[in-house]
Structure formats: structure tokens, C-alpha cells
């Protein structure tokens, strides 16, 4: 059974249709407000569900990542691995902001 979603247009609230009559959850507007999204945009947000849950995750690993090798700096024990902890952090840093990036474009494109 293919699932139907609908949006409210007042607030952007999406939600799985469940032909009940409750107001939107988030601002309180009747259903009468909501509207349905088409199939193919309604299967965009669907897939996109499970990458989103990704990039949120790499992005929270990332900041664990850049705190992990903040602590290794301060410890200093050598020149090479005082390296290693610079490079790894900025490309932690670069993970999470492609990550950020990338789930903009998917708010941007409703995909969220």
C-alpha cells in the first residue's frame, strides 16, 4: 500500500495522511489546510529519510571526531602524531560541513 503524504501550507508540517481530522500537530491548522504532495515527491522524501538519518549521524561523529583530536593536540606526544590529529580533525570538519550542506539541499528540495 503506497503511502500518501501531506503537507500543512501553513506551517510546512509534513505527515503520513491517516484520513483522520486532527489539526496539524505543529501549528494547529484543520486538515482542510493540508494538501496532498505528489507520488514522486512524496517517494523523494520517503527515500531521502534513511540518508538524512546518515548525514546526522556522520555529522554528530564528526564533532566527536574534532573533540577526540583536540584532546590527542594537547596531549602533543610527538610531531607525527600531533600531525595526524591536525589532518584528521580538518577533514572531520570537512565531512561535517559536507554533510551540513548536503541536507540544506534536502530541506531546500523537501526532501526532509
Not at 489539526?23 to 484543520?30: D, M, R, S, V
Not at 540518508?51 to 606526544?77: F, P, Q, V, Y
Request: proline share 3%; aromatic share 6%.
Amino acid at each position: 500500500m503506497e503511502r500518501k503524504l501531506i503537507v500543512c501550507s501553513v506551517c510546512g508540517y509534513e505527515m503520513v495522511e491517516d484520513g483522520g481530522k486532527d489539526p496539524c500537530p505543529k501549528c494547529g491548522a484543520t486538515r482542510e489546510k493540508f494538501t496532498e504532495l505528489s507520488a514522486v515527491d512524496a517517494k523523494k522524501v520517503f527515500d531521502a529519510d534513511r540518508t538524512n538519518d546518515i548525514h546526522a549521524t556522520i555529522i554528530k561523529l564528526s564533532g566527536d571526531i574534532e573533540r577526540l583530536c583536540d584532546e590527542g593536540l594537547k596531549i602533543a606526544l610527538d610531531p607525527k602524531c600531533v600531525s595526524v590529529f591536525e589532518i584528521v580533525k580538518k577533514d572531520s570538519y570537512k565531512a561535517k560541513q559536507l554533510c551540513r550542506a548536503e541536507v540544506a539541499g534536502h530541506v531546500k528540495n523537501s526532501k526532509w
